[in-house]
């Protein structure tokens, strides 16, 4: 399994609260494959944002990583204050409520 094929699978995972996905929003820094493990690289704007809105999120990854045959993995990350200010900017715009 490549981390290409990961990839397509998580890229049309959407955000719980935005209508967006969250590659378009820019959290998904990078993906790696080891053995039957996928790890994915999550950036959040913040990394005081509540727990349950980090599982949420890692969640709507967990089955389409699964249906590949893999184990996940995520490591979260805070956003760079460009990625913060898009990130925003598109949840302002697409906002669908609180989960």
């Given at each position: 399994m490549?981390r290409?094929?990961?990839?397509q699978?998580?890229?049309?995972v959407?955000h719980?609260?935005?209508?967006?996905?969250?590659?378009?929003?820019?959290?998904?820094l990078?993906?790696s494959?080891q053995?039957?493990?996928?790890?994915?690289?999550?950036a959040?704007?913040?990394?005081g944002?509540?727990?349950?809105?980090?599982v949420?999120?890692?969640?709507?990854?967990?089955?389409?990583?699964?249906?590949?045959?893999?184990k996940?993995?995520?490591?979260?990350?805070?956003?760079?204050?460009?990625?913060?200010?898009?990130?925003?900017?598109m949840?302002?715009?697409?906002?669908?409520?609180?989960i």
């Amino acid at each position: 399994m490549t981390r290409e094929e990961v990839y397509q699978a998580i890229e049309k995972v959407e955000h719980p609260e935005i209508a967006a996905t969250l590659v378009e929003l820019g959290m998904i820094l990078d993906i790696s494959v080891q053995g039957q493990t996928a790890t994915v690289a999550m950036a959040l704007p913040t990394l005081g944002i509540p727990e349950m809105v980090q599982v949420a999120l890692s969640d709507s990854l967990r089955q389409p990583i699964e249906n590949l045959g893999l184990k996940m993995e995520v490591e979260f990350f805070e956003m760079t204050d460009q990625a913060k200010n898009n990130f925003f900017q598109m949840a302002q715009a697409r906002w669908k409520g609180s989960i």
